[in-house]
């Protein structure tokens, strides 16, 4: 059953909600303290097979990181997050509320 569950993960084309992105996002807080570090973001992006993954966690905290703390910890900065796989990784999420 684990092996499904990570099959499904790892599929780039696969589409998500937001709080689904969320919840993916959050395997890999390694510390549990509900912000994520540009190496988690990195771990995250690997699992994806994401070709330089680790440039591109670089950039997306970049663009995402809008207090410069190294981390994304607020609301904002996880909407900024959400843009930034949308746009420029082509990840596949939407909001729930726009089906309607």
């Known amino acids: 059953m684990a092996i499904m569950f990570c099959i499904e993960v790892l599929s780039t084309n696969r589409e998500m909600t937001v709080e689904e992105f969320k919840a993916w996002l959050s395997h890999f807080d ?7 570090s540009c190496q988690e973001l990195n771990e ?11 440039w ?8 995402s990181d809008s207090n410069r703390t190294g981390h994304i910890d607020s609301a904002i900065e ?5 843009q930034y796989a949308q746009q420029q990784l082509h990840m596949k999420i939407y909001d729930y ?3 309607y």
């Open 30 to 36: 390694a510390d549990k303290d509900g912000r994520i």
């Open 44 to 54: 995250a992006l690997s699992s994806l097979r994401v070709w330089f993954g680790w």
């Open 56 to 63: 591109k966690a670089r950039r997306c905290m970049k663009a």
């Open 78 to 82: 996880m909407e900024k997050l959400v």
């Open 97 to 99: 509320n726009d089906d």
